[in-house]
């Protein structure tokens, strides 16, 4: 049922706007947390989490007709401002009710002296509300390498995942998906600070042999109309054509200006309940997928629906996370054809082996009663590793000169964005260079960009330290591809809302044995030198105002104490590939070239979980075009195809 709909509890909640927002006014009001009759219902299908995997698929299959009840753990909240504004993503990602923090390690035994390091471990942000963390991230949207396609059709031996054919379901995500490019005025081009930057990479990317504009150093003001014409080349176009070294601005997932993603695909869909027979549930933490009392004749167990905890802030890792909550209702909802987990790269895992499937001793440990042995389950996990050079300069950013980041009608910049115009409807990024660590590479590796601000990766109070001054610049170095596949998920305990242990097992800590450890190293140090040298071209730049680097700073001074410096620091935020899919022959693989459990029927994952191996240098557009391909996927196996359906403009 869709916020506009009639239960009984939900029939005097405020009917959604056309942007998405269901109570009109930003506040916490949560139209979908109505049970109505969803216990005594079966559904077709029942989607866990309403994230980059889980949403999509849902509203596709409810837009087929098949009736869909989505399960997700967090709250709507009417579109809060930081949902909203671009630039304020770090802000949601420490806002309560959008996001969810874990707590991660990267070396076993500790975090080595991770200057982000709390007791717990280190913050990992996600999203926890409807839209998962699309409603948190920093709406940066990217294709993949062709090759990553390849690679999983070549793994399975299933030519439908072929980039060839994959690029169909890009062309699927861009009808309810938009994506634009943040509004460039007067105030960016203006300021001399981000001109010499601007100028200073350009100028570098085409002595590294990328291609690009050619630029004069001595008047940066020269070179703004080719600087900016080359910038808006479309980085996707360029991926999926198979060429993409150089230089970009990111598309970035925003509707006139405001974040987009699957909440209003979810919300739009919802609205349209005679059409489309879509249920959304919120404050419904899944605790684990039901099966038949008995397997099948082949020995399967088929997933006939899930129970939920039905409750606001059930889960450990929601900022306001009520421990104390008296035994939320246990409730049972029935699935006639199949359930769908798409929880994300922790709680997938998490619940398969809340459900009895997982490795066999670790299940026990718990005292789990195990359904199938999968040692897959919770393994591979892999992220990329990100590490921020910062720079001060001597004086501010003029185009944030005015802005109070307060996001409120004393913010001057805060009414720009509300005009659709201004920095706030960026999300920080100056420019991103696509490029190889080395040039023995056979594709590129590293996603470098700037952020006006200091970001040394996630810890509690990072967003308020980023702004806390306009004058620093973070240069961000993200080594995608990484090769390192040694990270865990594994289960704390038995308790659903206990968050799991999870551990990446940083560089020597994870896969050493073909030299992984440090090729991942070497290409992140390769990154740093980079930048480096675009800092110090800035020195020649005319009109740039004096900077100094100060993370890591002047004394890490050669490439032994730079890696040092990155093994302590580096982070990721695009953690994927804990419940893979593999060839048949493969012990670890979870999940077949369908998106099929082991040993089960009925039952699929569709969510970061799934890689082989990490896609591309972001993640999220990836995610959104697999659960189109399992939209089909699914379709399939119904001998149904896709209606042709109009989606909202
Ligand atoms: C801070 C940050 C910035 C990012 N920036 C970018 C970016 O710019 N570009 C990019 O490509 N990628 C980015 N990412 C990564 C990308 O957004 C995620 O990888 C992607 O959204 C993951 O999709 P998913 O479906 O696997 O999980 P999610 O989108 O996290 O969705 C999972 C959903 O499941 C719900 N859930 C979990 N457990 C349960 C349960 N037991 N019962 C019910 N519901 C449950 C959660 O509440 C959540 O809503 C960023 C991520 C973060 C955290």
Redesign the pocket.
Same mark, same amino acid.
């Not at 866990?48 to 949403?55: D, F, L, P």
């Not at 935020?573 to 994927?576: G, T, V, Y």
């Not at 972001?618 to 995610?623: K, W």
């Given at each position: 049922m869709g916020c506009d709909a009639a239960s009984s509890e939900e029939e005097t909640l405020p009917v959604c706007d056309d942007e998405g927002k269901c109570d009109g006014t930003g506040t916490a009001t949560d139209p979908f947390k109505g049970l109505g009759d969803i216990e005594t219902r079966e559904w077709d299908f029942i989607v866990? *989490?309403? $994230?980059?995997? @889980? $949403?999509p698929i849902a509203a596709n299959l409810a837009r087929q007709g098949h009736s869909v009840l989505l !399960?997700?753990?967090?709250k709507e909240t009417g579109g809060k401002t930081e949902y909203q504004v671009p630039v304020l993503?770090?802000t %949601? #990602?420490e806002t309560p009710d959008l996001a969810?923090w874990y707590f991660v390690d990267h070396f076993t035994g500790g975090n080595r002296g991770d200057s982000k390091a709390t007791p717990e471990g280190i913050l990992?942000?996600? $999203? *926890? #509300? !409807? *839209? $998962?963390? #699309?409603?948190?991230?920093?709406?940066?949207?990217?294709a993949p390498k062709n090759s990553d396609w390849n690679n999983i059709a070549t793994l399975t031996g299933d030519a439908t995942w072929s980039a060839t054919n994959m690029k169909q379901y890009f062309d699927r995500v861009s009808k309810w998906l938009s994506v634009e490019r943040p509004q460039i005025g007067a105030e960016v081009l203006f300021d001399d600070s981000i001109m010499a930057i601007l100028t200073a990479t350009f100028k570098e990317a085409a002595d590294r042999g990328l291609a690009g504009p050619s630029v004069r150093l001595d008047n940066p003001a020269a070179n703004l109309f080719v600087m900016f014409g080359f910038l808006t080349r479309d980085i996707n176009e360029a991926l999926m054509a198979g060429f993409a070294e150089g230089v970009y601005q990111?598309p970035l997932a925003t509707k006139n200006h405001k974040r987009n993603g699957?909440r209003e695909y979810l919300i739009q869909t919802a609205r349209d309940a005679r059409r489309f027979p879509l249920r959304i549930k919120t404050q419904? /933490?899944?605790?684990k997928v039901v099966f038949a009392d008995a397997p099948d004749a082949m020995g399967k167990w088929r997933a006939t629906g899930v129970e939920?905890l039905d409750g606001a802030n059930l889960?450990a890792a929601d900022l306001n996370a009520d421990n104390a909550a008296a035994a939320p209702r246990t409730i049972r909802v029935k699935a006639k054809r199949e359930v769908i987990l %798409?929880? @994300?790269? &922790?709680?997938?895992p998490? /619940?398969l082996m809340l459900s009895g499937i997982g490795e066999k001793a670790q299940l026990q440990q718990h005292g789990i009663p195990v359904k199938v042995d999968v040692p897959g389950v919770g393994k591979n996990l892999q992220d990329r590793y990100e590490v921020g050079v910062v720079t001060e300069l001597d004086d501010d950013f003029s185009s944030v000169r005015r802005c109070t980041f307060a996001a409120d009608q004393t913010d001057p910049c805060f009414r720009d964005w509300q005009d659709g115009k201004g920095v706030y409807t960026s999300?920080g990024g100056v420019a991103s260079i696509l490029m190889k660590s080395d040039p023995s590479k056979t594709e590129a590796d590293l996603h470098i960009f700037a952020l006006p601000g200091v970001f040394k990766g996630?810890y509690p109070g990072y967003s308020t330290d980023a702004n806390a001054d306009k004058h620093h610049l973070t240069w961000v170095i993200l080594k995608g591809h990484t090769e390192n596949k040694g990270g865990t998920v594994k289960l704390k305990s038995a308790d659903?809302r206990a968050r799991p242990a999870i551990n990446f097992h940083y560089f020597d800590d994870g896969d050493v044995d073909q030299g992984q450890d440090t090729n991942d190293l070497t290409a992140v140090v390769n990154g740093v030198e980079f930048v480096r040298k675009i800092a110090a071209r800035t020195d020649e730049v005319d009109h740039f105002t004096r900077h100094t680097e100060v993370w890591p700073g002047p004394a890490t001074n050669t490439r032994a104490k730079v890696a040092d410096w990155v093994k302590k620091e580096a982070w990721g935020?695009?953690?994927?590939c804990s419940a893979k899919i593999g060839a048949t022959t493969d012990p670890d693989a979870v999940l077949d070239s369908k998106f099929r459990v082991r040993g089960t029927t009925g039952l699929r994952v569709?969510?970061?979980?799934v890689f082989p191996s990490i896609p591309g240098t &972001?993640?999220? !557009?990836?995610?959104y075009m697999i659960?189109e391909k399992a939209t089909d996927t699914i379709l399939e196996s119904l001998g149904e195809t896709r209606k042709n359906q109009k989606f909202p403009q």
């Open positions: 866990v *989490g309403s $994230g980059a995997g @889980g $949403g !399960l997700e753990a967090g993503h770090p %949601a #990602t969810f990992y942000p996600r $999203g *926890g #509300t !409807l *839209g $998962g963390s #699309t409603a948190v991230n920093a709406m940066i949207t990217v990111f699957t419904a /933490l899944v605790t939920f889960y %798409a929880a @994300g790269v &922790f709680n997938t998490q /619940l999300n996630y659903p935020h695009h953690a994927s569709v969510d970061a979980s &972001f993640i999220v !557009l990836p995610i659960s």
